[in-house]
């Protein structure tokens, strides 16, 4: 999930915990919401054990709770939902609870109050609070993303700078060419690192904002421009390049596509097997309704359990690397973005094939 978007809430496999002592009021509330086609999974309980027991072993998404029980009321069952899974949507249902007694109930904490007499109310309160407790939690995410994308940004930032910082405060005292000359060096590595760092929050920004602009790309200079910006990577003459492209221009939208194959094949330069020099071979294939590219390296490779993770944001390969996670997640959105897919199949020790394929629509064949 990219953490400034908000996703609509699908209203599928609720868990609902039901505080019912009746079993006739039980089936009566389970036939009225299957008769709205929500589809839940629904859990009968009548007492405070049996509630706080439940909600030890399961997560639950809605609580609907009745106010007449043996040892318990609508007020004690919130007390306990609140302490044990706060954030989960309340809802009393009764036909034995005064409206005064509904209101406090509510200044107490609880979502909605349905009388057992109205009950066509219930479907329609339970899937607004569904939604709004979704989007609570997904916002809460989206922050604690965000916190998250802020501070390992700050952290790829603030390193090269305090490098750049560190070799100028020894340059001052340097006497000797060779002395500078190696520092000079040192500044060059650290500037370049910082200029990655900040091309990186770049393309999440214009990825996320821009609208797709098409225009003729010629390919070939494109990815004469991706290469060159290999070249700011450590160790950047062990990689060797095998451009099989043949396709000379697309109609498309140019910093979007540069974005994708730019961080496909730097993710596959990151990800290189330093046992042995790094080969990635460019492909590009037109077809009657979309061009592919293929990016194809001879890398480290990735775990077959992690293969469903590696579009996600902050996502790396293994524990080595250097990155920050966001290289195949900007790929996938700008991807995205210009209506195309992308797919990924790698094998650990071996290497990693990547295609994007752009629909027609954006392309023209030479």
Request: hydrophobic residues 40%; proline residues 2%.
């Given at each position: 999930?990219?953490?400034?978007?908000l996703?609509l809430?699908?209203?599928?496999?609720?868990?609902?915990?039901?505080?019912e002592d009746?079993?006739n009021?039980?089936?009566?509330?389970?036939?009225?919401?299957?008769?709205?086609?929500?589809?839940?999974t629904?859990?009968?309980?009548d007492?405070?054990?049996e509630?706080?027991?439940?909600?030890?072993?399961?997560?639950?998404?809605i609580v609907?709770s009745?106010?007449?029980?043996?040892?318990?009321?609508a007020?004690?069952?919130?007390e306990?939902?609140?302490?044990?899974?706060h954030?989960?949507?309340?809802?009393?249902?009764?036909?034995?609870i005064g409206?005064?007694?509904?209101?406090d109930?509510m200044?107490?904490?609880?979502?909605d109050?349905?009388?057992?007499?109205?009950?066509?109310?219930?479907?329609?309160?339970?899937?607004?609070?569904?939604?709004?407790a979704?989007?609570?939690?997904?916002?809460?995410?989206?922050?604690?993303?965000?916190?998250?994308?802020?501070?390992?940004?700050?952290?790829d930032?603030?390193?090269?700078?305090?490098?750049?910082?560190?070799?100028l405060?020894?340059?001052?005292?340097?006497?000797?060419?060779?002395?500078?000359?190696?520092?000079?060096s040192?500044?060059?590595?650290?500037?370049?690192?910082?200029?990655i760092?900040?091309?990186?929050?770049?393309?999440?920004?214009?990825?996320?904002?821009?609208t797709?602009d098409?225009?003729?790309?010629?390919?070939?200079?494109?990815?004469?421009?991706?290469?060159?910006?290999?070249?700011?990577y450590?160790n950047?003459?062990?990689?060797?390049?095998?451009n099989?492209?043949?396709?000379?221009?697309?109609?498309?939208?140019?910093?979007?596509?540069?974005?994708?194959?730019?961080?496909?094949i730097?993710n596959?330069?990151?990800?290189?097997?330093?046992?042995?020099?790094?080969?990635?071979?460019?492909?590009?294939?037109a077809?009657?309704d979309?061009?592919?590219?293929?990016?194809?390296?001879?890398?480290?490779?990735?775990?077959?359990?992690?293969?469903?993770?590696?579009?996600?944001?902050?996502?790396?390969g293994?524990a080595?690397s250097?990155g920050?996670?966001?290289?195949?997640?900007i790929?996938?959105?700008?991807?995205?973005?210009?209506?195309?897919?992308?797919?990924m199949?790698?094998?650990?020790?071996k290497?990693?094939?990547?295609?994007v394929?752009?629909?027609?629509t954006?392309?023209v064949?030479?």
């Open positions: 999930m990219y953490f400034f978007d996703i809430f699908n209203l599928k496999n609720l868990r609902i915990i039901i505080i009746s079993e009021d039980y089936f009566l509330i389970e036939r009225v919401l299957r008769q709205s086609n929500i589809d839940f629904g859990t009968r309980v007492n405070k054990e509630l706080m027991q439940q909600f030890k072993q399961n997560r639950y998404d609907l009745d106010n007449s029980l043996p040892g318990m009321d007020f004690t069952a919130l306990v939902t609140r302490s044990m899974q954030d989960v949507p309340f809802i009393i249902v009764s036909g034995a409206e005064e007694r509904a209101v109930a200044k107490a904490g609880a979502n109050y349905i009388s057992k007499n109205n009950l066509s109310r219930l479907p329609l309160a339970l899937k607004r609070e569904a939604r709004e979704e989007n609570r939690r997904m916002r809460m995410e989206s922050e604690k993303d965000l916190m998250t994308f802020i501070y390992r940004s700050s952290h930032l603030k390193g090269p700078l305090a490098s750049i910082k560190g070799i405060s020894i340059m001052k005292s340097s006497v000797s060419p060779e002395d500078i000359m190696d520092n000079l040192f500044l060059e590595q650290s500037t370049c690192h910082l200029e760092a900040l091309q990186r929050l770049l393309h999440i920004f214009r990825v996320k904002e821009s797709v098409c225009e003729q790309v010629l390919i070939p200079q494109i990815l004469d421009e991706v290469i060159l910006s290999v070249k700011l450590d950047h003459e062990q990689v060797d390049f095998r099989y492209t043949l396709l000379e221009t697309i109609h498309t939208d140019a910093y979007l596509l540069k974005a994708i194959l730019q961080n496909v730097e596959a330069v990151r990800y290189r097997d330093e046992s042995k020099r790094c080969v990635i071979e460019i492909h590009t294939y077809s009657f979309s061009v592919t590219f293929v990016i194809k390296d001879n890398g480290a490779g990735i775990k077959k359990e992690l293969h469903d993770k590696v579009f996600d944001i902050f996502f790396r293994n080595a250097k920050n996670g966001l290289g195949l997640y790929s996938k959105r700008a991807v995205e973005k210009m209506n195309g897919s992308i797919s199949s790698s094998v650990e020790g290497g990693t094939i990547v295609k394929r752009l629909p027609l954006t392309v064949k030479p």
